[in-house]
């Protein structure tokens, strides 16, 4: 079972970007459906996006869609979620998840492995 480390959270202006990332030490993350997930003060954990363990197949929830890009360097056991014209909505502790199937997978349920999170936060 991998171990999932975010980092790339801070503070950032409305219409700026970020990119965070998630990696582990461990050779089977290559393996692993990666997802990443969001949760704001006071609101239910979301699904944000995930990539398929090749990085052939991506999935995003439709606030994210044209404004995030998820993809993987396995080479370097990193997934990064590149972030652009951030609204303050978007502020939350941002969570990156591993399914050990390796398909495409979008349900909290399916990703068994958690990493502790990377707060966002868009001031308007």
């Known amino acids: 079972q991998v171990q999932l480390v975010e980092s790339g959270g801070g503070l950032v202006q409305a219409g700026g970007s970020l990119r965070l990332s998630c990696a582990a030490s461990?050779?089977?993350?290559?393996?692993?459906?990666i997802g990443w997930f969001r949760q704001a003060p006071g609101k239910e954990r979301e699904f944000v996006a995930s990539i398929s363990s090749s990085g052939g197949i991506t999935s995003y929830k439709d606030f994210a869609r044209g404004r995030f890009t998820i993809s993987r360097d396995n080479a370097k056991n990193t997934v990064y979620l590149q972030m652009n014209t951030l609204k303050p909505e978007d502020t939350a502790v941002y969570y990156c998840?591993?399914?050990?199937?390796?398909?495409?997978?979008?349900?909290?349920?399916?990703?068994?492995?958690w990493g502790q999170g990377t707060q966002v936060t868009v001031s308007s």
């Open positions: 998840a591993g399914d050990p199937t390796g398909t495409i997978a979008t349900i909290e349920s399916d990703f068994h492995v």
């Open positions: 461990e050779r089977a993350f290559s393996s692993y459906t």
